[in-house]
């Protein structure tokens, strides 16, 4: 059974330092990792997909990295702002149409 | 409208109610999935459909109850619900179901949460 675990649960950074949030996953037969935000009451919005065969993938400020090997990936956020508060949501693609979320990272920015 | 959308967005029920979720994507895809997101856990998945057929019931209570009228749209019928099926309900949708090395990503709407009483 795939399972995702996020660590911290929570974090609060003031602005300007640079977030690394954890995602750790027990099968690594995995295909694509994804990773996604959700603001309070609102759906999830899509930041970065990795497939399984690549190690990084880059977006702005956004940057995340993928060791299928060790069960592990790793989102960064440089230069965080009050507009990257949010939860943070890793997901794994395992199987077809089954996606298995972790719980998530609360990330608060303080101004 | 654009996306994935979900009505209502809040709902409130007793537990002798009867409900319905709505979803509605206007992506042009042919897979739609309802997902179950309680309080700090993980994002449960509940139904997959694809071209209209259920195709994953992730043993799912029968007090929910899903339909596919087509490709576009997803309801989640609701009945005596208990305090514990109190959560936010997400609909997403993608273009196909995934299928291995497809870089298929899902589309979530807002999501209804819900409140049983």
């Known amino acids: 059974k795939q399972e995702v675990t996020q660590i911290p649960a929570a974090l609060s950074v003031p602005e300007g330092e640079n977030l690394v949030l954890n995602c750790s996953f027990t099968d690594s037969a995995i295909y694509n990792l994804q990773w996604f935000r959700q603001d309070p009451g609102k759906g999830l919005t899509s930041l970065l997909l990795?497939?399984?065969?690549?190690r990084e993938q880059t977006s702005g400020r956004l940057n995340a990295s993928l060791d299928k090997s060790s069960g592990r990936s790793t989102l960064y956020i440089a230069a965080s702002q009050p507009g990257d508060s949010a939860t943070y949501l890793c997901a794994v693609y395992f199987s077809w149409g089954k996606l298995q979320f972790g719980a998530g990272t609360q990330v608060v920015v303080t101004p | 409208e654009t996306g994935v959308t979900q009505t209502p967005r809040h709902l409130v029920m007793g537990m002798t109610n009867k409900k319905s979720l709505k979803c509605e994507q206007h992506?042009?895809?042919?897979?739609m999935y309802w997902y179950k997101q309680s309080a700090k856990k993980p994002l449960e998945l509940m139904f997959v459909y694809s071209l209209e057929e259920r195709v994953e019931n992730n043993s799912v209570p029968s007090r929910f109850s899903p339909e596919c009228p087509n490709s576009s749209h997803l309801f989640l019928h609701l009945h005596t619900l208990q305090p514990e099926d109190s959560a936010l309900y997400l609909c997403a949708s993608s273009q196909d179901l995934w299928q291995g090395a497809s870089l298929e990503t899902q589309y979530f709407g807002p999501g209804t949460r819900l409140l049983v009483l």
């Open positions: 990795i497939q399984s065969s690549q």
């Open positions: 992506l042009g895809h042919n897979a």
